[in-house]
């Protein structure tokens, strides 16, 4: 019998599948990727073809196992992380969907979302998900898909995220399940019953019957289905793609903080094992090891990279990202500019989506370096805004943020991000963190690791950034911004 020596990983995303191979030792080894087509059936609307999402994903297992030379006989396990809160109902029986997934990014459940506010029920969803009445979670999407399907087969319909629609499709319709970070990110999940809550499940037009079981995000989801490998491989360790990534950097102690930059950034901070009843960002299931819960409060910030891509691709004001980076370390400061990122309204904690974008206080010294730099500190304020906010809540100020993502590689804006929150910034060594998050999980339940602890040393910092400013430095920066935001939002009255 061939020795059990490769993970195999799937990391479902927004715009394509990626399947990975690791070996024992963590280390990625190969990885493959396949796009998906993005449906647009009206603006603000956005759905995937999950047959395509399936199929994607066995041609990538298929593929990236040939890249690695190895076959079913060798996998330890299949573990999985996914993009969150994408919706889709299929048929238990048939196995097909009812329509395509609706995306996390869509709006159609926003009318839904304004009925239910009208009737005065959103703090009683905040205080039983942790999450802010809206569209952007699974709850009104599925409520959206029930009610224009008036014929659906409430008898035999499944609901489920994305997660649990391809662990029924790998085990061949015997499991349907979920993890807890993934059901905590629904908005029908109760984080104090740690349960589907019966109220909620009504409010949106759901049956109990239709919901997946939740597990441990280390629990053993069954095994692929006769017929898909040489042989059954054992399926362990399911994530949210975010989730996954704070579980991939390992903060596993309460305060442990790690900010994903992108086209936007989600901060995540470790609260311990009791939620948070949080006003200006959210409260979520972390993840779950052995039944045990560890919370986290999230913030997701609108635009950061995509702060930078606007002035590059849309204004056209420089001719590369790397440029901005450049002319931003060129000038001492901002000379007093400040730059809001408000394209598309302003998220956490300011929850004001009708703003917009704003450069402020320019002069006639302002030269395109100041307006660079402007730029690259509006990540770093957003953030910082996200975490103090985490801290009046929580009580918490990070000893440590951990970071990855592109624009990590951009060594001014990390030590402007450590000068601001005067604490180190650490990047680390790992890319695909996701995927090595689900993996993680996937290894502590066939016993390749013993324990969380254990895990965590196989960690490896690229560098540390540690703060260089004084105080007074910190403030005037800060308040400038603080200045301008207020102003921005004063503006829109």
């Not at 839904?112 to 699974?138: H, M, N, R, W």
């Amino acid at each position: 019998m061939a020795q059990k020596k490769y993970f195999l990983t799937i990391d479902q995303g927004t715009s394509g599948t990626k399947a990975l191979v690791f070996g024992r030792d963590g280390q990625l080894i190969c990885r493959h990727d396949e796009g998906h087509e993005q449906f647009y059936p009206r603006p603000g609307w956005v759905e995937h073809d999950p047959e395509e999402i399936f199929a994607n994903t066995l041609k990538a297992m298929a593929k990236v196992m040939e890249m690695a030379g190895t076959d079913s006989s060798e996998i330890i396990c299949v573990s999985l992380s996914n993009q969150r809160e994408t919706t889709l109902m299929w048929n238990r029986v048939t196995g097909k969907s009812v329509m395509n997934a609706v995306v996390w990014q869509c709006r159609r459940g926003e009318d839904i979302c304004k009925e239910l506010e009208k009737q005065g029920v959103a703090p009683d969803v905040k205080k039983k998900t942790g999450l802010v009445l809206s569209p952007y979670f699974s709850a009104a999407k599925a409520r959206w898909i029930m009610d224009s399907h008036p014929g659906i087969d409430r008898e035999n319909v499944l609901f489920g995220t994305m997660d649990s629609y391809l662990i029924w499709k790998l085990t061949g319709g015997a499991v349907h399940a979920t993890d807890f970070s993934n059901a905590s990110r629904t908005q029908l999940f109760n984080l104090q019953t740690l349960a589907w809550d019966g109220e909620l499940l009504e409010m949106f037009h759901l049956d109990r019957s239709m919901m997946p079981e939740v597990r441990s995000s280390n629990a053993l989801f069954g095994e692929t289905a006769e017929g898909l490998f040489d042989v059954p491989i054992p399926l362990a360790g399911v994530l949210g793609d975010s989730h996954a990534a704070f579980f991939g950097q390992c903060c596993t102690e309460r305060g442990m903080t790690k900010t994903t930059y992108g086209t936007g950034s989600s901060i995540m901070m470790n609260i311990g094992d009791k939620p948070i009843d949080s006003v200006n960002v959210v409260t979520s299931v972390g993840f779950a090891v052995d039944e045990e819960v560890v919370y986290v409060l999230e913030g997701n910030v609108n635009c950061t990279g995509a702060t930078v891509k606007w002035l590059v691709d849309d204004i056209e004001l420089f001719s590369s990202s790397k440029e901005v980076g450049v002319l931003a370390a060129s000038v001492e400061d901002n000379q007093g500019v400040y730059l809001v990122p408000a394209l598309t309204g302003l998220s956490a904690p300011h929850w004001n989506s009708d703003v917009r974008a704003v450069i402020s206080n320019m002069s006639r010294g302002t030269k395109k370096a100041h307006i660079a730099r402007a730029a690259e500190e509006s990540i770093v304020f957003q953030i910082m805004d996200v975490i103090n906010a985490m801290g009046e809540e929580s009580g918490i100020r990070p000893a440590e943020l951990r970071v990855d993502g592109g624009p990590t590689r951009d060594d001014f804006l990390m030590q402007f991000q450590a000068d601001m929150l005067n604490a180190p910034v650490t990047r680390t060594k790992i890319e695909e963190l996701s995927a090595t998050g689900a993996m993680y999980m996937g290894g502590l339940a066939l016993k390749v690791w013993n324990s969380v602890a254990e895990i965590g040393e196989l960690r490896v910092a690229e560098k540390t950034f540690r703060p260089e400013q004084s105080d007074g430095w910190r403030e005037k920066n800060y308040s400038g911004w603080q200045r301008a935001v207020r102003n921005l939002i004063a503006s829109e009255r």
